[in-house]
């Protein structure tokens, strides 16, 4: 082991010599007498070298005691996965005093930038997901000082690890757009995109998702639903589960419907006017999409203002219905316990109808992709035909509820139901 003594009276030589601590630590003498603490260390599979400091007893100087405990915290940080050698050198860029081009400061405005153009949603999960796993490895990092290694070692690998694949795809496209917003105010040379497309040689790929589960023929689909009406449970999570199977909207859809979007329900033509932000698709190409109700489902609307007419949501929270509609697990889950995981999910709802009414009216499978708002990339031919099969669509919807629903209860009977 090695001792102070030895450090003090270790002598130059023609060629630079090695006194070996242990633990990969060791002291480097030089032939101008220069003393240096370094540790060996391996990281992704390569040798590599950690300086520590000169040593000495000075100011700028590191004691035998001070080298152990850096080498120490050096292969704590190799046991988290970190190299400690890019760890310190990040820490050192971090006392920048330029914050116009400081990463979090940049990504701030840009998220200021086009969240106007985002749903609440969105804007929110974009934001945390760059609190969560972008600013605390890079966030104080200048953007020139960025390069791929640090995206894919601190940022994206993390992410790999918790297998949460897609997250991390979608991480390196917000961390991309950053970069380039950058390059476009000048921050950085157009080239500097170290979060680029060419990360994706490196990144795990998106496994391909599973088909929703979903029951496909009408009478075992009449039976789920029966058998989930009669299950235990707040009656909004049944009035959704049932305006779910009635409308095959998708389940966000769903839950963000507000009273102020239903419209002439007391008269021949009832519909309910989604606003595009609801809508699936990319920011900045969504349409709002107009759903032609059958008398059902305008039941279901009346029901459910009965008891939530209140709040700004039909189908509100049900532990705290002031502060936010019902989640997109609720009727999910409910499906659960009702026994049909693996089965019938709440998404399903839309491969039923689609599958059920392509074998009754084959001939308007086109009318079918427009009910499930599977529209052209063209927008003008999108909007044009949604307008256009309204009233298809209005004969298709009802034909499948009273299908659906025929001998069962009224919506508003689900409102007296067994709860939990």
């Given at each position: 082991?090695?001792?102070?003594?030895?450090?003090?009276?270790?002598?130059?030589?023609?060629?630079?010599?090695?006194?070996?601590?242990?633990?990969?630590?060791?002291?480097?003498?030089?032939?101008?007498?220069?003393?240096?603490?370094?540790?060996?260390?391996?990281?992704?599979?390569?040798?590599?070298?950690?300086?520590?400091?000169?040593?000495?007893?000075?100011?700028?100087?590191?004691?035998?005691?001070?080298?152990?405990?850096?080498r120490d915290e050096a292969k704590k940080l190799l046991k988290e996965g970190r190299d400690p050698t890019l760890v310190r050198r990040l820490n050192r860029i971090q006392t920048t005093t330029d914050q116009s081009t400081i990463f979090q400061e940049v990504t701030q405005a840009w998220l200021k930038k086009n969240s106007s153009g985002w749903t609440p949603k969105h804007s929110a999960d974009v934001a945390s997901s760059f609190r969560t796993d972008v600013f605390p490895a890079i966030g104080r990092l200048?953007?020139?000082?960025?390069?791929?290694?640090?995206?894919?070692?601190?940022?994206?690998?993390?992410?790999?690890?918790?297998?949460?694949?897609?997250?991390?795809?979608?991480?390196?496209?917000r961390m991309s757009a950053v970069f380039r917003y950058s390059a476009a105010l000048g921050l950085v040379p157009r080239e500097h995109d170290p979060a680029g497309r060419h990360l994706?040689?490196?990144?795990?790929?998106?496994?391909?998702?599973?088909?929703?589960?979903?029951?496909?023929?009408?009478?075992?689909?009449?039976?789920?639903?029966?058998?989930?009406?009669?299950?235990?449970?707040?009656?909004?999570?049944?009035?959704?589960?049932?305006?779910?199977?009635?409308?095959?909207?998708?389940?966000?859809?769903?839950?963000?419907?507000?009273?102020?979007?239903?419209?002439?329900?007391?008269?021949?033509?009832?519909?309910?006017e989604i606003p595009a932000e609801q809508m699936k698709g990319e920011t900045g190409h969504k349409l709002p999409f107009t759903v032609p109700l059958c008398r059902q489902a305008v039941e279901v609307i009346e029901a459910a203002?009965?008891?939530?007419?209140?709040?700004?949501?039909?189908?509100?929270?049900?532990?705290?219905?002031?502060?936010?509609?019902i989640s997109n697990n609720t009727v999910i889950f409910h499906l659960y316990r009702v026994g049909y995981r693996g089965k019938h999910t709440a998404h399903g709802f839309r491969a039923s109808f689609s599958t059920i009414m392509n074998e009754r009216q084959s001939s308007m499978r086109h009318i079918i992709d427009f009910a499930l708002a599977h529209v052209p990339k063209d927008e003008v031919e999108a909007a044009y035909n949604r307008a256009r099969y309204l009233e298809?669509?209005?004969?298709?919807?009802?034909?499948?509820?009273?299908?659906?629903?025929?001998?069962?209860?009224s919506?508003?009977?689900?409102?007296d139901g067994p709860k939990r």
């Open positions: 082991m090695l001792t102070n003594v030895e450090c003090r009276s270790a002598e130059p030589k023609d060629k630079p010599y090695k006194i070996y601590a242990e633990t990969g630590l060791y002291l480097l003498v030089n032939p101008n007498g220069s003393k240096l603490f370094r540790m060996k260390y391996m990281y992704d599979g390569k040798a590599r070298t950690y300086s520590i400091g000169n040593y000495g007893t000075g100011e700028n100087e590191i004691t035998l005691a001070k080298a152990r405990q850096e200048p953007l020139a000082e960025i390069n791929s290694v640090m995206v894919m070692k601190l940022v994206l690998e993390p992410i790999e690890k918790r297998t949460n694949f897609e997250t991390a795809h979608r991480t390196r496209q994706l040689e490196v990144m795990q790929p998106v496994p391909p998702k599973r088909p929703q589960p979903a029951i496909t023929e009408l009478e075992p689909l009449r039976e789920m639903l029966r058998k989930a009406e009669e299950y235990p449970c707040h009656p909004t999570t049944k009035l959704a589960t049932r305006f779910l199977a009635l409308t095959a909207v998708r389940v966000a859809t769903m839950s963000g419907a507000r009273w102020e979007q239903f419209v002439g329900l007391d008269g021949p033509l009832p519909v309910w203002r009965r008891i939530n007419g209140q709040f700004p949501w039909v189908f509100p929270n049900d532990i705290r219905p002031q502060k936010g509609p298809d669509r209005r004969r298709l919807h009802q034909e499948y509820a009273d299908l659906l629903l025929e001998g069962f209860p919506a508003f009977e689900l409102l």
